[in-house]
């Protein structure tokens, strides 16, 4: 996700955001599924059904994230840094910030696995996409405020969409 944002905040123009984005995701999901198959022995069938769901979504959210990204940090307001603090939030929506805390305060269940680096990676790149990559102060401001609701709503949405899925 980071790259995906470091790459539309770099393009010149949309279009260049949203197809170099597509590549890159793509590539780099071919990259890893071939590495799964071919150096860790997984199996090709399962891949190849998994890459095609990845390359589905290379080529559509993926690079509509990137326009999104690219149009809200060039842009001053308070539209912009709300979605901004949407798009930050996804990095934030898979719940191990929130399984550390529950770690901490001892409300978390007896051998639930935690993963405190996927946390903090989920951290930074929120932080980078909503406080580092807007240009205008007022932009970022909105985005780092709004962060938090957009996490929780973000999470939500992600409760809601695995639901939703059959199994």
Do not use: C, E, K
């Amino acid at each position: 996700m980071l790259a995906v944002a470091l790459l539309a905040r770099a393009a010149p123009t949309v279009r260049v955001a949203a197809a170099t984005s597509a590549v890159f995701f793509t590539v780099m999901s071919v990259a890893y599924y071939g590495w799964a198959v071919g150096v860790l022995g997984f199996g090709l069938r399962a891949n190849l059904v998994l890459l095609a769901a990845w390359t589905v979504l290379s080529l559509t959210a993926v690079p509509l994230f990137a326009v999104v990204v690219h149009l809200a940090t060039r842009r001053r307001g308070v539209l912009p840094g709300t979605v901004l603090a949407g798009a930050a939030a996804v990095a934030l929506a898979d719940r191990t910030l929130w399984q550390l805390w529950l770690a901490a305060s001892g409300g978390l269940p007896p051998g639930t696995p935690l993963h405190p680096v996927q946390a903090v990676a989920g951290v930074v790149v929120a932080l980078v996409v909503a406080g580092v990559l807007p240009r205008h102060g007022r932009t970022r401001a909105v985005a780092l405020v709004l962060l938090v609701p957009a996490a929780v709503l973000a999470t939500l949405g992600v409760d809601l969409l695995y639901g939703l899925l059959p199994g």
